[in-house]
């Protein structure tokens, strides 16, 4: 692993430097690429994942102390997806304990990890679901429960499938959470509360995304919003601050909307010049949505943005 170029992305992202190629010794261009940024809730490190010649693992950036730290070379397979644990004493992360670069048909389930934030008592999830690639989506706000989402793929068969799961941090069991109609999950966000989640899902005949609102035993769970996929799809589901309104992103442009929980009442925010606008995150104060959108159509440049609710700036 090339560690200076995780230096280059976190130089990039203070603003002191811009992307630039890497070079190998041989001198042959590489272009690793960095995602899954993860920033740690109290401010101070930020876990993201380095994907280089076809290898991924996860390391942690230290902004008080300028260090970066690997947090899973000594972990099986191959490694990616950091969520911080509210407390930002722990992480969760998915392995591929079987993963073979050099081999197309290597088996790409996964497991859930948990360790603490400088990589010491790593170890896997109890009874995690077997034969699917699993992705740890969010810890509950109290950080005693962990959202797994999983996707099942027989490609011979033509079998493809997603669940959900809430995991019991420090526990056996495993909770699934089923939708009525068959709806494939593949996105959710717990209230501020704790109490209830919000998920996003594709109809079983892959017509229509809907937004499905329960509580965290899965019962209750009502149908809050749905599109057709093929116009509309959903994307970037964020629970406001105050509790009262889900923010989300749909169609071609990636449009914000913004639907009010109570009412259900939606608000969509399609002026934006350029569009595609990804990733919206409400600010703590809920006064602000911050996003990433490209200034030009072929989307070679990104920047960050910042607007009012209402979508002035």
Known sequence: MKWQHALILLACLVGFASPIYAQEDDDAPVI?????LAWSPD?????????????????????TTATLTPLTER???????????????????????????????AEWSSEIWLMN???SDAAPLPDAPADYDLYPLEFSPDGTTLAVIGYYDDYENEIYKSALW??????????????PDGDEVFGLTFSLDGTQIAAMATSADYAFDRIWLGDVSGQSISNLHEVFRAEYGLDYLAWSQ???????????????????????????????????????????????????????RTGTYYKLWLVNPDGTK
Do not use: C, K
Not at 32 to 36: E, F, Q, S, T, V
Not at 166 to 175: D, E, I, Q, R
Not at 242 to 268: K, S, V
């Open 242 to 296: 105050d509790g009262r309104q889900l923010l989300f992103t749909q169609g071609y442009d990636e449009d914000f909307t913004i639907m009010d929980i109570e009412t259900r009442a939606a608000t969509t925010l399609n002026q934006f010049v350029v569009g595609y606008a990804y990733e919206p995150r409400w600010s703590p104060d809920n006064t602000r949505i911050a996003f990433s959108m490209p200034v030009s």
């Open 117 to 119: 934030r400088d990589g």
């Open 166 to 179: 809430l995991h019991a941090v420090g526990g056996v069991l495993w909770n699934q959470i089923e939708f």
């Open 43 to 63: 401010g101070t490190q930020l876990a993201f994942t380095i994907i280089n010649d076809l290898e991924m693992t996860v390391v942690v950036y230290d902004f």
């Open 75 to 105: 972990l099986p397979g191959t490694q990616n997806n950091p969520v911080w644990s509210p407390d930002s004493q722990r992480l969760a992360i998915s392995v591929h304990p079987d993963y073979d670069p050099e081999d197309e048909d």
């Open 32 to 36: 690793p690429y960095y995602r899954d």
